[in-house]
């Protein structure tokens, strides 16, 4: 966070992250504090600084007893629900413990189907350290906009890389890489951080065989849990509108469902 211009301080065992914004103070985000949280000092903390607005997003879902009870803590200290939140308030998860076989099994139908004919069309997936080529792969996702992908890529992976990050690759027959998925591992979850396909990619269904290939070496690696990093909220239709379309990709690999607590903002 530091290499990518973020100054930080803690609160009890929680991190804070405060960016300078000129003329305007401090804008402040906590990631998924640990709770309960002490939200008298963090209301300290925004009247002690230049801050013009500090964001939280708790790491609490609903089937947790102390979810409402929280969310009421919340609003009754003045923080209001963030309707753009910057982490995903939905999100689809995977149990690990399980067998290679049932987790296959849990695919859809369709997802099965794909993951097969990826393999008949000749993509081969290999873990590697090619991080240039997955920014390629990026930059013609994102298009115009894709020279913003590559500072941020380059400071995770030297940062995370090679204990807690991996790279994926999807290959055609002649060796082309034409889809990846970049991987981060902590506390026995596996998360799918960045992923990106090219057109042909997804034509030779690339990016499913992708999916099978992590969640396998998700499993290898220790891990319990395969994060799919959020899905389409139907809380926040218009925030989440443009992920519809990932989230019916990733709903086919049979993981659980979560809602988390919403962010709030002050």
Known sequence: MRDLGWEIKKIDSSFIYLRKFPFLGYFVKIPRPNLPLNLNQILEFKKSGNIFKLKISPLLDNTDKRYHHFRKQFLEKGFRIENSPFNPTTNYLINLHKDEDEIFHNFSEAKRRAVRRAVKNGIYIKETQDLESFIQIRKKQYSFVGFLVKGEMIKLWKNLHPQNASLLLAYTTDN???????????????????????????????????????????????????????????????????????????????????????????
């Open 176 to 266: 082309h890489p034409v889809a990846g998925i970049l991987l981060l591992f902590y506390d026995h979850i596996a998360y799918y951080w960045f992923a990106s396909a090219l057109a042909i990619g997804k034509k030779l269904f690339a990016p499913t065989l992708l999916v099978w290939e992590a969640l396998k070496l998700a499993k290898s690696n220790g891990c319990k849990i395969f994060d799919f990093e959020g899905i389409y909220d139907e809380r926040f239709p218009k925030a989440s509108e443009s992920w519809k379309g990932f989230t019916k990709f990733k709903e086919g690999f049979g993981g659980k469902k979560i809602q988390y607590l919403e962010n709030f903002y002050l």
